[in-house]
């Protein structure tokens, strides 16, 4: 695969991904086109001969999936694994969110995850995620929703009326960030600004273009964020950076699917993206959870098995790294501060914040040589507190050998981040040589 494509091929997947239910789709969609067979973990998998080649995805709350192609003992061989996670920060719609306040329209939002708010004001911003509703039946079922078209917006205050704003400019998550929906009619009634009866409509529509499904009757719940309607764009005089929103870490997703898809198939490889990295990965769906450990241990006969297979395998945690920032550069370490298009980063902590070690590390820089792809270094500075990510997790719920890298990215946990354009490119060339 060519470069050029790589990119866009990234930029149409964030797009089509505003929300972790959405990527999950996306990705779902792109695994069943490359002849990839849905497992439910409801029913009795019968996996008989996975030494032939199977194909398989399996996928959790919606938002998180697994996907792993099997061709050659597990005991012997072990799988290669690579993981990501789905969500970013965001703002999400509150249980009760109608406020009516000057005559205008808002919803209440909660924060997700380590957002940084500032970005927030004044952009286009559009909601989508999963909706639960009681259809005509009585039974419940679930609609993912995307309202596509920019529905609301977070007003600056002006500096007029705030003349310290460009000094100290803290952000009330409380007060601040509500979304602006409307102006409400002269003389509206409480129904005009039912949330609730405008999804009603919405879920119908959707349903309404698959005519099999029985319509929705009432709402019961939804998880709904807003998102940034601008497009990802390639931006810089020589076009050298990426500019979009989630590329924390929807661009590693991309990759290690693209990877996934490309191989040479002769391999055991396991890709799997999880949701509620941002939050901790405490949940049924989240790398702490059981998820990953449930899908592998119903590849093993038993528990010795399981542990056998896993001291031959490999994960590498993909997630995007701190890349240095020329306004800010004294925020790195100097002798580790990542350039973006100069390659993928190895993360590394002495107090284990990355799982990183000196064994997983040596491989994956081998893996760079071998493809051909440049790889960098990164220490947090001494003196500061260090991120973390699902590596660390992945290798203490399974005890399997893990590095942890990420392209360089600036702006991250921005409503719309810079990464390099060229970085993906060469972080799914490695992976790509990984499961070859
Ligand atoms: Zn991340």
Avoid at 123 to 129: E, Q, T
Avoid at 370 to 390: E, H, K, N, W
Avoid at 393 to 410: H, K, M, Q
Wanted: charged residues 20%.
């Amino acid at each position: 695969m060519q470069d050029e494509n790589f990119v866009n091929g990234l930029m149409a997947f964030i797009k089509k991904s505003p929300t972790p239910f959405h990527a999950v789709q996306t990705m779902a969609d792109l695994l069943e086109s490359a002849g990839f067979q849905r497992l439910y973990e409801i029913d009795q998998w019968s996996l008989s001969e996975p030494q032939s080649g199977g194909r398989y995805y399996v996928i959790r709350n919606d938002s998180s999936i697994i996907a792993f192609h099997l061709n050659q003992s597990l005991l012997e061989n072990g799988i290669r694994m690579v993981g990501a996670h789905t969500d970013s920060p965001c703002l999400q719609v509150k249980p009760n969110p109608e406020i009516i306040n000057n005559h205008y329209l808002q919803l209440g939002v909660e924060v997700y995850g380590g957002a940084l708010l500032n970005p927030w004001f004044d952009r286009d911003l559009s909601l989508a995620g999963r909706v639960s509703y009681l259809n005509e039946d009585g039974q419940i079922d679930h609609q993912l929703i995307d309202f596509e078209k920019a529905i609301a917006c977070i007003p600056s205050l002006a500096i007029h009326l705030d003349k310290e704003a460009n000094d100290n400019h803290a952000v009330n998550k409380q007060q601040h960030i509500v979304p602006v929906l409307m102006k409400l009619p002269e003389n509206s009634i409480e129904q005009d600004a039912d949330f609730k009866k405008l999804l009603l409509s919405i879920v119908n529509t959707e349903l309404e273009k698959n005519t099999s499904i029985s319509n929705a009757a009432k709402i019961l719940d939804y998880e709904l964020s807003f998102y940034d309607v601008q497009p990802p764009a390639v931006v810089g005089l020589h076009d050298d950076f990426v500019a979009s929103a989630r590329l924390d870490n929807l661009l590693s997703c991309y990759t290690g699917l693209m990877a996934m898809l490309d191989n040479d198939g002769k391999q055991n490889t396991l890709l799997v993206c999880s949701d509620h990295e941002e939050v901790g990965s405490v949940s049924a769906a989240g790398a702490r959870g059981p998820f990953l450990r449930s899908v592998v241990s119903r590849l093993c006969e038993s528990e010795e098995e399981v542990s056998r297979m896993m001291a031959c395998s490999l994960m590498i945690s993909a997630d995007n790294a701190h890349a240095v920032h020329p306004n800010f550069a004294d925020k790195h370490d100097d002798n580790h501060g990542p350039i973006m298009n100069d390659g993928p980063v190895i993360k590394v902590n002495a107090n284990q914040r990355y799982a990183s070690n000196s064994e997983t590390a040596a491989m994956f820089r081998h893996l760079c040589e071998l493809a051909d792809v440049p790889v960098q270094s990164f220490v947090v500075r001494s003196d500061m507190a260090c991120g973390s990510t699902i590596g660390p997790i992945t290798a203490s719920e399974l005890g399997v050998r893990t590095v942890d890298v990420g392209v360089p990215t600036l702006a991250m946990h921005s409503i719309r981040e810079l990464a390099g354009r060229w970085d993906a490119y060469y972080l799914y060339r490695v992976l790509k040589q990984y499961f070859d």
